[in-house]
Every structure is written in structure tokens, then in C-alpha cells.
């Protein structure tokens, strides 16, 4: 059975910290893609990043890098200098690209940047 | 034009009412997705449409009727909902099925009263 695991619930840190989020997922699926969303409290997702199951590379892209690890089964977002507007829910998601298409989302974790 | 539109933003209505939730796209995407997310929860796939066909309807109840006039428009259509339907109903459009990265609407806050 596939699953995707946001240990963290709620994550409160002060503005110009460095925070990690945490993502574990579970697959039998030897070809795979893992994203991260972005909810803010207007209500929509912003899709941040798709990462396929080939491709370990970690990727930077301005404060935010992610960190996939095939051994540990793992996609960790950290974010660097945090500030007030990344302040969000952040959703971690799992899509099986030969099956149905759907996600599969973990239960998100609350950020809260502090000012 | 890279947004995904939803209105209205915020609806309330009786059980016994009828109302439609209208979503809009002009990125030219060819699939789009109404989700249904409860308050701390992740969103739930609710149906797909594929070049305007309904390709995906994860067993929801007949009181939600979903509707594709044309590659741009997405409406739900809500009779006889419950209490429980209350809801954030979001609507994603991504370039066909064959693409992972949607892109979002803000949703409409649905309360059922």
C-alpha cells in the first residue's frame, strides 16, 4: 500500500530560522513521483516541486532545497531564513504515474514563521 | 493567464437548496479535479475530467453531480447536501493526465446549514 507519513503537525519558529520538514512515504512502485504543496490561508495549493524516483539530485531552488533519500524513503524540505510569508500548511504527496494519477497526500504539516 | 478560478469564494446553503460551484481555466489544460478538503485534512479527490470526459469519480454520493461545458469551465453541481458536505471544495487543472504539477484554485468555503 502506498502512504506518505508528515510526522510534524504544527512547527512554530522565529523569522530567519532554518526549518525542516519532514516526509516519509511508502511504495512497492519502483517508478514514482514525489511533490510538495504549499497551502497558505487563502485556501490554494502552490505546487512547489516534483521530484521522480530516478532522480536523487537534491535541488535548491532560493531558500528552499529538498533532500530525497531512496535508502531512508525520505523527502525533507528544509527551508533557509525563514520569513513571515512562508507561513503555511505543507503538504508532502505521492503519485504512482502508472496507476490511477492520484495523489496521495500526507496529513500536512502547519508552519508557523514568528516575526 | 496562469490561474485557476473558483467562485464563489464562500457559499452557504440550506439542505434542501440547490447550487453550483463554477471553476475556469485558460492555460489550455485538458484535465481538471474537484477536491473536497475538511478542516486539518488533506484534500480527497473527488472526480476527474479528461479532455471533458469524466475519466475518474472516487464513489461520491449522487448529491454532487460534476459537469464539463467545455475544456475551460468545471462546475459542481450540489443538491440535498448534509451537514457534513460542509467543506473547502478546491478545483486543480493540470496539462492532461500525464501531468503531475496542478495548479490550484483558492477553493470555495462551502458551509451546509
Known amino acids: 500500500a502506498q502512504k506518505v507519513t508528515q510526522a510534524q503537525t504544527e512547527i512554530s519558529v522565529v523569522e530567519k530560522e532554518d526549518v525542516t520538514l519532514d516526509c516519509v512515504y511508502e511504495?512497492?512502485?519502483?517508478?514514482?513521483?514525489l511533490f510538495w504543496y504549499k497551502q497558505p490561508p487563502s485556501g490554494e495549493l502552490v505546487f512547489l516541486i516534483r521530484r521522480n524516483s530516478f532522480d536523487e539530485q537534491n535541488e535548491i531552488s532560493g531558500r528552499y532545497s529538498w533532500n530525497f533519500q531512496k535508502s531512508t524513503s525520505s523527502f525533507n524540505f528544509t527551508i533557509t531564513a525563514s520569513q513571515v510569508v512562508d507561513s503555511a500548511v505543507y503538504f508532502c504527496a505521492l503519485m504512482d504515474p502508472a496507476g490511477t494519477y492520484k495523489y496521495i497526500f500526507g496529513t500536512g504539516t502547519r508552519l508557523k514563521v514568528l516575526a | 493567464d496562469t490561474e485557476v478560478t473558483q467562485t464563489p469564494k464562500h457559499l452557504v446553503m440550506g439542505m434542501t437548496n440547490k447550487k453550483s460551484l463554477k471553476c475556469e481555466q485558460h492555460?489550455?489544460?485538458?484535465?481538471m479535479y474537484w477536491y473536497k478538503q475538511k478542516a486539518k485534512k488533506p484534500p480527497e479527490l473527488m472526480f476527474v475530467y479528461s479532455y471533458e470526459k469524466l475519466s475518474i469519480n472516487e464513489s461520491v454520493p449522487s448529491r454532487f453531480s460534476p459537469e464539463c461545458p467545455n475544456s475551460s469551465l468545471l462546475n459542481l453541481h450540489l443538491h440535498a447536501l448534509q451537514p457534513e458536505d460542509s467543506a473547502l471544495y478546491l478545483c486543480a487543472s493540470s496539462q492532461d493526465r500525464n501531468n503531475y504539477g496542478y495548479t490550484f484554485g483558492s477553493g470555495t468555503r462551502l458551509t451546509v446549514v
Open positions: 511504495t512497492r512502485d519502483t517508478t514514482y513521483y
Open positions: 492555460m489550455g489544460h485538458r484535465a
